[in-house]
């Protein structure tokens, strides 16, 4: 079962951040936070992970609560190629860690004009 | 730009037929993972190898599916006798496990309708 639960869907109007959050109460100490996206009819996608620190890179932020309980996906100008299902997903690093995905549902993000 | 790739991309068989679905993986990437994504169930991870050797395949149906590494660029999925019920799209993903990173990049997907 998936360690995460996030809602079902947003919607964001075109040039405004999006915020999806994601919560992950029951995270172990070693487990890191990985946001993919699926858009229609293609794989997921890699956007971006963290352990504890807030991440930035070229597509989103991440913000991570301090207690890591909870944490948020900023895409800080959402455009209409952003409507996609994010997924939020807890899981356990490289090394001589699985890096097994275990997928929930997501949250359905709309971007409107 | 390197991208897992997938063949075929689409394919309608009958049921019973056998089905053999491949995937090339990022070149130097030492994990491969096979799902499959339906409506119902959504994405769901069926197996996957590591430097070539499996390492869990326990999302597999065992009597019907295998998944097999012959080489470092090939990655397949039989499925034996195909079932309607197999009907899905079927992601393979591959990913470098390194210190500090461990993203999985995945293909197109193979869309399998069994009738």
């Known amino acids: 079962d998936a360690k995460t639960t996030q809602p079902p869907s947003m919607d964001c109007a075109e040039g405004r951040a999006a915020n999806l959050p994601c919560n992950h109460s029951?995270?172990?100490?070693?487990?890191?936070v990985y946001w993919y996206r699926q858009i229609h009819s293609q794989g997921p996608q890699y956007i971006i992970h963290g352990l504890k620190n807030n991440e930035t890179n070229e597509m989103a932020s991440l913000i991570i609560t301090e207690d890591r309980k909870s944490s948020t996906l900023i895409l800080p100008h959402a455009t209409l190629r952003d409507t996609a299902v994010y997924y939020c997903?807890?899981?356990?690093?490289?090394?001589?860690?699985?890096?097994?995905?275990?997928f929930g549902t997501g949250t359905l993000l709309a971007v409107q004009p | 730009d390197a991208r897992v790739t997938q063949t075929p991309r689409h394919k309608v068989t009958e049921m019973g037929q056998e089905v053999t679905m491949r995937c090339q993986p990022i070149l130097g990437h030492n994990t491969v993972f096979w799902y499959r994504q339906t409506m119902m169930q959504g994405l769901e991870l069926l197996a996957y190898?590591?430097?070539?050797?499996?390492?869990?395949d326990s999302g597999m149906p065992k009597d019907r599916f295998s998944a097999e590494m012959p080489d470092a660029t090939l990655a397949t999925l039989k499925i034996q006798p195909s079932e309607p019920r197999d009907s899905a799209v079927y992601f393979c993903?591959?990913?470098?496990?390194?210190?500090?990173?461990?993203?999985?990049?995945f293909g197109p997907g193979t869309r399998l309708t069994v009738t």
């Open positions: 997903i807890v899981t356990l690093l490289g090394g001589g860690a699985t890096n097994k995905l275990i």
């Open positions: 029951t995270i172990s100490g070693n487990e890191y």
């Open positions: 190898f590591r430097n070539r050797a499996p390492l869990d």
């Open positions: 993903a591959s990913g470098l496990v390194r210190l500090a990173r461990g993203e999985q990049y």
